[in-house]
């Protein structure tokens, strides 16, 4: 039997998506505060988690996050809030559906039976997955060779995704420009190494909200460039 986190503050909204749930052969748990919520989901083993975006504590969102670092279990984000914005937020974060209110019980039903079918459908196939590097809403499938900036794909030449990809899978070094130059061009002396400022410089307009306080690449003045998380 599959078990179900739903965290929810309305506590006859929690009260009816269990009923209805449970009427489907689920064993459901209920958490109405976001704090507890975000606590049961990382120490409990649930098949699927439903959270309502607005929670006291501890907000649905920051729960997706904190939850998707360290677990793959299909996520369905619930909110009153019908913004795009907030869509494409949540999805950016890893959930996996986005439900707003109000919604039909059957529907919920419904969907929570195709991300359980499909989660079952991943877990249990011998296909090997895209690798894929996932940092604060910012998605690089390497097998791919996309890019995603909160779940919206953005377009890259073939060095930009190499170099991003690079710092990426190496966080927290510190690279210099002749370092980057050899690595991603693969040339010693030949060529110009202000590409790699250019390049660095075209990543940061795709994948940065400011480019001139950059949360992704920093520049290391004076020596080069690094990756943080």
Same mark, same amino acid.
């Given at each position: 039997m599959s078990?179900?986190?739903i965290v929810e503050d309305e506590l006859a909204i929690a009260e009816l998506e269990k009923d209805y749930l449970e009427l489907s052969g689920f064993e459901v748990h209920i958490e109405t505060d976001g704090t507890a919520g975000l606590k049961a989901a990382l120490e409990e083993d649930y098949d699927l988690l439903l959270l309502d975006?607005?929670?006291p504590g501890t907000d649905g969102m920051t729960i997706c996050e904190r939850v998707r670092q360290v677990k793959n279990v299909p996520i369905l984000m619930v909110? !009153?809030?019908k913004d795009d914005i907030d869509k494409i937020h949540g999805l950016g974060l890893g959930a996996d559906d986005y439900v707003t209110k109000p919604f039909s019980?059957? $529907?919920l039903v419904a969907r929570v039976k195709a991300h359980l079918a499909r989660y079952e459908r991943l877990i249990n196939s011998n296909v090997p997955q895209n690798e894929v590097i996932e940092i604060r809403g910012l998605k690089i499938d390497k097998t791919a060779r996309r890019v %995603?900036?909160?779940?919206e $794909?953005? !377009? %890259?030449t073939t060095k930009e995704f190499d170099l991003l990809a690079f710092l990426a899978q190496n966080p927290n070094h510190v690279f210099t420009k002749e370092e980057l130059f050899r690595k991603i061009w693969d040339m010693e002396s030949i060529g110009d190494i202000a590409t790699v400022t250019v390049h660095i410089k075209k990543i940061r307009e795709k994948i940065e909200m400011n480019t001139s306080k950059p949360q992704y690449i920093e520049t290391i003045w004076g020596v080069g460039y690094r990756f943080k998380i």
């Open positions: 078990k179900i986190l975006l607005m929670l909110s !009153a809030k019980p059957s $529907e %995603f900036v909160n779940g $794909e953005k !377009a %890259f």
